[in-house]
């Protein structure tokens, strides 16, 4: 069991970087608790994959550390990390018998054979292995195949931690549910620190209790489902998490208003006062589809939009719309009456985000 620290550590795979773009991971410091239920979610190529190697010891950080419970461990080989990793595509040995397989991690550490049968027996049971434990392995589909790597990853019970690269990308979409929530299950049962690689915001959500969200290197965001919902730290996660994700708008800031070109966005006299202090022109307003109140007749302050197009997606709908050049997402509920051609949109100042050189900036909310 192990709580795991990055400390200032970076990775460039060139021998000469030279700019922050030749660095899979920048320069970053993160903490992975003893006993959480982590995903590390991100697009392809943002360096999910460079960092866990990182942890597990597959490639040393060009700098800084990893700590595991206070010890630097940048020196030690996988084998002697006590790390498991399960990575996307099943490794398993095809000769040997499922039961050989999943015995394996414990037979290599010496654990006497009485000790072996029951608890290979217990992770083929939570797995639904047990009718497979004396079948070759050259002989299971893809997602029985997987299933062993994982009950691999888990069998042995003194691991610091068990890492999961895309574990579910080759099992089919009916069982990926059920063995999420599988893992789930055991995460609860053994209190074992995991970390869940993915780039699918529902396997991270519904998986982990935190998901670290990285882009470009590096974590932009650590946080609860819910925070990374309600309260994106980058622009980032905002397009990333939802669907549709948040919109933006550039804006700026007068003395007594916050400006999208010449239109005036009512917003309280905090939100632009926090804004002329972020000394930065980089500035957006940023809001999410499901929090925009809209009327199909002008009202006060209202923002006047031209709709374009209302997509039903069964329970509820999803309007498009332009305020001046800015394409708008908002979510309608079924029992919101239709806007046709032009339509009136409100921001609560509880749901707008504000962000300057596309970070959030707090603001107080009175
Ligand atoms: N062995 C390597 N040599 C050089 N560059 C690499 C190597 N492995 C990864 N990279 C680069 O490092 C960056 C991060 O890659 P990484 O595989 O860690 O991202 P990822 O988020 O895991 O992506 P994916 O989900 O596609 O695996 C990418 O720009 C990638 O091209």
Not at 52 to 61: E, F, M, T
Not at 86 to 108: C, G, I, K, S, W
Not at 113 to 126: F, M, T
Not at 245 to 262: R, W
């Amino acid at each position: 069991m192990a709580e795991i620290i990055l400390k200032s550590l970076a990775h460039s795979y060139s021998e000469n970087p030279s700019s922050p773009q030749d660095y899979a991971i920048r320069e970053m410091s993160h903490t992975w608790h003893q006993g959480g239920a982590y995903a590390l979610l991100g697009p392809s190529g943002c360096g999910k994959s460079t960092l866990l190697n990182i942890i597990s010891g597959l490639l040393n950080p060009s700098e800084g550390d990893v700590i595991f419970d206070q010890r630097i461990v940048n020196d030690l080989p996988p084998e002697e990390r006590n790390i498991a990793q399960v990575f996307q595509f099943p490794v398993v040995y095809d000769t040997m018998t499922v039961f050989d397989n999943l015995a394996f991690p414990l037979r290599n550490i010496g654990t006497p054979e009485s000790k072996v049968k029951p608890r290979v027996r217990e992770i083929a049971d939570i797995l639904d292995l047990t009718a497979q434990l004396t079948r070759k392995a050259k002989n299971l589909t893809a997602d029985e195949k997987q299933k062993v790597s994982m009950g691999r990853g888990l069998v042995r019970d003194d691991v610091s931690a068990i890492l999961f690269d895309e574990p579910l990308t080759v099992i089919d979409p009916q069982l990926k549910w059920k063995l999420r929530r599988k893992l789930k299950e055991i995460h609860e049962q053994f209190n074992i620190t995991m970390i869940y690689v993915t780039h699918d915001q529902l396997e991270a959500s519904t998986f982990a209790d935190k998901i670290a969200v990285m882009y470009a290197g590096q974590v932009v965001q650590f946080g609860t489902p819910t925070e990374l919902f309600e309260a994106p730290a980058h622009t980032f996660v905002g397009y990333f998490i939802g669907s549709p994700g948040m919109n933006f708008i550039p804006v700026s800031a007068t003395s007594e208003a916050l400006m999208y070109g010449d239109l005036s966005i009512p917003v309280g006299q905090r939100l632009v006062d926090a804004a002329r202090r972020c000394g930065t022109d980089n500035l957006k307003l940023g809001i999410r589809p499901e929090f925009i109140e809209v009327a199909v007749a002008p009202g006060d302050g209202d923002l006047e939009v031209s709709v374009k197009d209302v997509q039903d997606l069964g329970t509820y709908r999803i309007m498009s719309c332009y305020l001046g050049e800015e394409l708008f997402k908002v979510r309608l509920n079924e029992d919101q009456p239709l806007p046709h051609g032009l339509a009136y949109l409100r921001f609560p100042e509880r749901w707008l985000g504000l962000y300057a050189d596309e970070y959030r900036v707090e603001i107080e909310h009175g």
